[in-house]
Nanobody
Framework: QVHLVESGGGVVQPGGSLRLSCVAS????????MGWFRQAPGKGREFVSS????????RYAGFARGRFTMSRDNAVNTVYLQLNSLNLEDTAVYYC??????????????????WGQGTQVTVSS
């Protein structure tokens, strides 16, 4: 079992930035590919980005490319999502997810085995 806890959400003005963190409870964290997803009000959950256990293999959704940056620090069992140039459409609950199986983690929710509770990001003027 892997317990994931997100933090770093909040209220920010358009054009602002936030840094989200997700801490995993389990050792051997570097064995897990990780992903970030988000769910806006009234919409389904959508893929944001993913990263391999070693920190490579970065993938981004089109809306995230160039504005969001995913990274990880295996020494502290944490993945990050840097959000820049935020706009109103980025308002959502952001979730991190872990893949416990071998293979690459991609944009499908079924690629992942564990999910955090989410952190709210609100972009408002």
């Amino acid at each position: 079992q892997v317990h994931l806890v997100e933090s770093g959400g909040g209220v920010v003005q358009p054009g602002g930035s936030l840094r989200l963190s997700c801490v995993a409870s389990r050792r051997a964290f570097n064995n897990y590919a990780m992903g970030w997803f988000r769910q806006a009000p009234g919409k389904g959950r959508e893929f944001v980005s993913s990263i391999s256990g070693s920190g490579g293999g970065l993938r981004y959704a089109g809306f995230a490319r160039g504005r969001f940056t995913m990274s990880r620090d295996n020494a502290v069992n944490t993945v990050y999502l840097q959000l820049n140039s935020l706009n109103l459409e980025d308002t959502a609950v952001y979730y991190c997810a872990a893949r416990a199986r071998t293979g690459r983690a991609g944009p499908n929710e079924n690629d992942y085995d564990y999910w955090g509770q989410g952190t709210q990001v609100t972009v408002s003027s």
